[in-house]
């Protein structure tokens, strides 16, 4: 009796979590077999969450056209110098902004929270990034995204937790500021700052509205836009088939499911880590309730 | 992002420290390092954040590229005022609000259920696989996820409309439908966001003291009474906050989402502030007619903001600054 009472509800909820967990994946299994199907299965409609007869057309004519790796190794460069700035920009307005004796500090702190309140609109930034002469270069995303306020507040946030003692006695010893910087809170912040360069790399890797904004030349095209342009028009070109059979001509949802497989794939290579750290950074950023 | 950083200009320092005031003069020659370090940063600010700030003003100029900012003709409100008078208006303003009040009913309690049922799960391995899979599609961009989702719901090849024909039902076009799109627009920012925001509440639940479910227990409460009298209370700050935060961002609808599965049949309940200001600013070259809409959308938000913030101090939690 008491059995019944524990078991059927622990069942059935442990079967709801998975039901959630299985329709949170199904669309993701579902593009993966649609991008492995013929054209003919994909047409019907019928694919699910298994490749109906298997074919490697959609990626073959994918790598054959190149276009989508073209972007790809634009992304990355974005992505490496991108995040590698960010960081450095990080530290720099961190660190400082942690020492609670610093003169002016409340001045600067004061000066970064209003932008996160209130932002030039979108124009006068595309405005100043005109004039600058920067359309069409990476640093004109690059600057524009140098430094993320909720980021700034984690670090700052986590150096001003490192006990004071530390810096103390090494300056005592005649170490330089910078010194201490790099010698000591550094090594002492490596996972907060390995939770914010995945934070950052990510936003690059998936970077589209600004790009859209800012780079309006082929060649230099991201990843992201690059894949709306196929949702949007596709090339005809990459919808060849197995020419022994005109039915297996690739329809456009074959092409585009294995597009959003290729872009999806870094992140989901790195996926163990990326979740491990989003949410040591989420918490580490929250507000404690 | 999920949730805001706790933004303090005051944090305990060691009462030492603040007791040492130097002037700024003399604080600058003991330690150059941390002022040449902030020198960058405060000159990146002034030009990125706060020269776009000056560049509001076209708002109130007829603005053109040849002249420049300042030598574009003052117009005083004339954009304001063909704001007001345009029917767009209403329709972006009606769109904003109602798509996130959708987003509100249907997805703010999504993640407070999962995070309930997730901490009643005992088997530690089951929990954390669940957990894993579950934040997955937040990593992804919208338009990779946006790909995904008008695949899946193509009328003519996507699965779901494959299932309701096989149950007999017609087929949807729920991209082109203005009844369908907004639910589709809803149920992808669950699919996407639902997992990842369960973290918050877990974390809040694993500072519940287990004592308490233990009282409870020897009361008799069962399990349903245990989470309504212990867990939910234990919660309870947490949810008003997250609540709060997105009334904050009520104004505001991220763009990609809307762009990503928005198309000309549904314009008319897909349309939001900032795919018109992107539509009409960049691609039809409007500049001080955005700016100006920008102006207004950048007020309301400020004023939200502010508004949440009294209303989090008024509930007694740590406000946000």
Known sequence: MVVWKERVPRLLLYFILGLCTFSTLFPFLN??????SSGEAIRAGSVSIWPRQFTWDAYRNLIDDGQLFIAMKNTVVMTVVGTSLNMLVTIMAAYPLSKLDLRGRGLVLGMIIFTMLFTGGLIPQFLLIKNLGLMNTYWSLWLSGLLSTYNFFVLK??????????????AIDGAKDWVVLVRIVLPLALPVLAALTLFYAVGWWNAYYNVLIFIKS????????????????????????DSTNANNALPPEGV????AMLASLPILIIYPFLQKY?????LMGSVKG | MLAQPAVHTRSPGSAKQMASRRSLWKDLKRRPFLYMLLLPVIAYFLVFKYFPLYGEIIAFKDFRLGDGIWGSKWVGLEHFNRLLHSSDLFKIVRNTLLLNLYGLIFGFPVPIALAIMLNEVRVEWYKRVVQNLLYLPHFLSWIILGTIVIGLLSPGSGFINYVLQAFGLDPIYFMGNTFWWPFVYVFSGIWRDAGFSTILYLAAMSSIDPHLYEAARIDGGGKLRQIWHVTLPG????????????????????????WVLTNPMVTSVSDVMSTYIYRLGLVNLQYSYTTAIGLVQSLVGLILVLSVNRIIR???????W
Do not use: C
Not at chain 1, 31 to 36: N, P, R, T
Not at chain 1, 157 to 170: N, R, V
């Open chain 1, 157 to 170: 946030t986590f150096f001003e937790g490192l006990p004071s003692e530390l810096e103390e006695s090494a």
């Open chain 1, 218 to 241: 082929s060649t230099q095209m991201s990843l992201m836009v690059k894949l709306y342009q196929m949702i949007d028009n596709l090339d005809p070109a990459l919808l060849i088939g």
């Open chain 1, 31 to 36: 593009v993966l077999a649609v991008s492995l």
């Open chain 1, 256 to 259: 585009r499911a294995g597009a």
């Open chain 2, 314 to 320: 008024a509930m007694g939690e740590r406000a946000l």
């Open chain 2, 235 to 258: 919660i309870r700050s947490t949810i008003a906050l997250m609540l709060v935060l997105q009334m904050g961002r009520m104004f505001d609808v991220g763009f990609e989402h809307v």
């Open chain 1, 278 to 282: 989003f949410v040591k950074g989420v």
